[in-house]
Each structure stands twice: as C-alpha cells, then as structure tokens.
C-alpha cells in the first residue's frame, strides 16, 4: 500500500495561492488515482479533486473549479494541487488519497474508495 506524506499547507491572505504536494512512498502514485480532499472544523471530509492514474480525467468540486488545479508528476511519485484565488471558506485540513476503483465523477467523490490516505496539511486563508 502506499504512504502519503501532505505538505504546503499554511497561512495565506484572502485571494491568495498556496500549492499543496502529495509525497509517495512505497508503491508508485502511477498506479493509482489520486485524490484530495478537505476538512473543516465541525464539519465532514468533503471531496475537493481527482485525477486518474493516467492523467487523462480530472473532477472538481463547483466551488474549486477555475481555481484549483490537481496535478500529478508519476515521475516524482508526487501529486499537487494549486490553489489559487483563495476565499476564507477553503480553510481546512486537506488530505491527499490514493485509490484502485473505477474512476466516475460518483466514485471519485466518495471516501470509501481510496485505501491511502495522508495525515493532512492546514490551510488557512485569513480575509
């Protein structure tokens, strides 16, 4: 199984970028689809990104789209995700995941369907 290591997470003002990276171990992230998602406090892990193992599909969630980018480098065993035109409400913990299922925009957004998950990353966007 592989491990996942988040990290670029911090402090950054209303409208702001911040690119967050996801450091494998263990197994390559090129077997696996890649996802990101995030936490905030009181609330439930909601899904954010994905990107299949090939690169080929991506899938956002409305309030990210046109601003965030997932990324993968198969080569650096890393994925990224750029954030950009940050707002308060993208405060949270958010955590890389990898996964094996059959990529749809359903499974893709579901918890259940990756087996690696990271320790998480804070952001916080200060308005």
């Known amino acids: 199984q592989v491990q996942l290591v988040e990290s670029g997470g911090g402090l950054v003002q209303n409208g702001g970028s911040l690119r967050l990276s996801c450091a494998a171990s263990?197994?390559?992230?090129?077997?696996?689809?890649m996802g990101w998602f995030r936490q905030a406090p009181g609330k439930e892990r909601e899904f954010v990104a994905a990107?299949?193992?090939?690169?080929?599909?991506?899938d956002y969630t409305d309030s990210v789209k046109g601003r965030f980018t997932i990324a993968r480098d198969n080569a650096r065993n890393t994925v990224y995700l750029q954030m950009n035109s940050l707002k308060p409400e993208d405060t949270a913990v958010y955590y890389c995941?990898?996964?094996?299922?059959?990529?749809?925009?359903?499974?893709?957004?579901?918890?259940?369907?990756?087996?690696?998950w990271g320790q998480g990353t804070q952001v916080t966007v200060s308005s």
């Open positions: 990107r299949t193992w090939t690169g080929s599909s991506t």
């Open positions: 995941a990898a996964g094996t299922f059959l990529f749809t925009t359903r499974t893709a957004r579901t918890r259940a369907s990756y087996i690696s």
């Open positions: 263990g197994r390559t992230v090129s077997n696996y689809h």
